[in-house]
């Protein structure tokens, strides 16, 4: 982190970059006691004690709700030299999810540590660990972390390689008020998060209620129909080609491009492939089309769809999907929510078939079925009510993405100093 820039007054430069004079830098050790835990197996009972090991320390608090347990035997052979999590102290992932930490609380039950984590306890009882617990989440740490850690499948670093971190550290005031201004921009992401999960919450159980006209928009009657996909449109596998065929040519939608996406737009940049003018015909896409994911790996990918938006010129679809194209009794905006409810995703896994990877075919889809209002008209209408609650999720999730980016501004003055605090010092 050393630069040639100049250093300006009242600071300095060290090994973790410009810093207040003020400001100490030094190993880990030298601030926090690092203790390993003990290499036991340990023998896990279905009731008895906690024990906190990778997957307990992924969030700011130690999450101890689907920890393993062991017997009171093994737990005092685990807590042994110093090893009895106390509140204050920090349990630091050091094997797979290098640095993730999670700080011990007043309410926690007695714990024991399990295998691949160890615990930082501050020596000066004035020390900060929601300090410390942002800088090992900042760039000061995690380049370091990302230059010690050695492993193919699973990244690990040894326990004098934590104890020998270079940390900069504040005099224990600024080390509170560092980390509350922090922790005040944490708890409006917190917040946000809170609100979108009930946002989704309403909008699943709104789709469930309007997809399957359990609920009736005011003004709107009549019978619902229950009709097989099969009767309502057509199915296309898509195109396969040799490797030798892609990285050139015309573009080529593929798997990837179809996750996570509810509609696909005129524009993205698609991969290319080499395909014939018979071939763009046949494995066209048109507005309103939608694509199937024909296989997946996990069982929940199966059967995703996107919406085609625009018409593709010279575009074709990958092999791994399935194109409906429906015969005109859909609306656009309600193709991209009816088949993303629930009980329809559900009935599309339970038609899927498992080899190596979850595999649906035309036949299967075919068969599902779903429930239609009479209307065109009340499609639109239970459509614009789902759009509109997208968009005030996303709209939230914008909010809660920015005060994101604001923290990891902050951080970066905050903790190289560079930003000083009012009282703070």
């Known amino acids: 982190m050393v630069t040639n820039k100049p250093v300006p007054h009242g600071y300095k430069q060290t090994e ?180 979108i999960t009930k946002k989704r919450n309403t909008k699943q159980g709104t789709m469930q209620e309007l997809l399957t006209g359990k609920k009736r928009l005011p003004g709107f009657s009549g019978e619902w129909e229950v009709k097989k996909l099969g009767e309502i449109g057509e199915f296309k596998n898509g195109i396969n080609k040799g490797k030798e065929d892609f990285g050139f040519g015309y573009p080529f939608v593929n798997l990837l491009d179809v996750f996570g996406r509810s509609k696909i737009f005129q524009g993205v940049s698609f991969g290319l492939v080499n395909s014939s003018g018979a071939e763009r015909k046949i494995y066209e896409l048109r507005k309103g089309d939608i694509l199937f994911i024909r296989s997946s790996v996990k069982p929940e990918g199966v059967g995703l769809t996107s919406v085609v938006n625009d018409d593709l010129e010279d575009t074709v679809y990958s092999g791994f999907l399935i194109r409906f194209r429906d015969f005109g009794e ?55 009510i789902l759009s509109d609650m997208n968009t005030e999720i996303a709209a939230l999730e914008q909010k809660r993405d920015k005060y994101k980016a604001i923290k990891q501004g902050m951080m970066q003055e905050l903790l190289t100093g560079k930003t000083r605090l009012i009282g703070s010092y």
């Not at 807590?79 to 106390?86: H, L, M, N, T, V």
């Not at 190596?356 to 035309?362: F, K, R």
């Open 330 to 384: 859909l609306d656009f905006e309600y193709k991209v929510h009816c088949f993303n409810e629930e009980e329809f995703r559900k009935r599309v896994i339970d038609s899927s078939t498992v080899s190596a990877n979850t595999n649906i075919n035309q036949d299967a889809l075919k068969n599902l079925q779903i429930t239609l209002p009479p209307t065109i008209e009340e499609q639109k209408a239970i459509a614009q």
């Open 16 to 195: 973790v970059g410009v810093i207040p004079q003020d400001w100490q830098v030094d190993s880990l050790k030298r601030f926090w006691v690092v203790t390993d835990c003990k290499h036991i197996t340990a023998e896990f009972v279905s009731n008895g004690i906690s024990v906190a090991s990778i997957r307990e320390v992924q969030s700011y608090f130690v999450e101890l709700k689907n920890a393993k347990q062991t017997t009171e035997l093994y737990y005092l052979e685990l807590i042994e030299g110093g090893r009895k999590p106390q509140p204050g102290d920090l349990i630091f992932s050091r094997n797979a999810t290098v640095g993730e930490v999670a700080q011990v609380c007043v309410w926690h039950p007695p714990f024991a540590m399990g295998q691949d984590v160890c615990l930082l306890r501050k020596k000066d009882p004035n020390f900060s660990s929601d300090y410390l617990q942002e800088v090992i989440r900042s760039p000061v740490v995690i380049e370091q972390l990302a230059n010690l850690m050695v492993g193919s499948t699973f990244k690990r670093v040894n326990i004098e390689q934590i104890r020998n971190l270079a940390v900069p550290m504040p005099l224990p005031e600024e080390q509170r008020v560092i980390a509350q201004s922090l922790s005040d921009v944490d708890a409006l992401i917190t917040e946000c998060d809170r609100i």
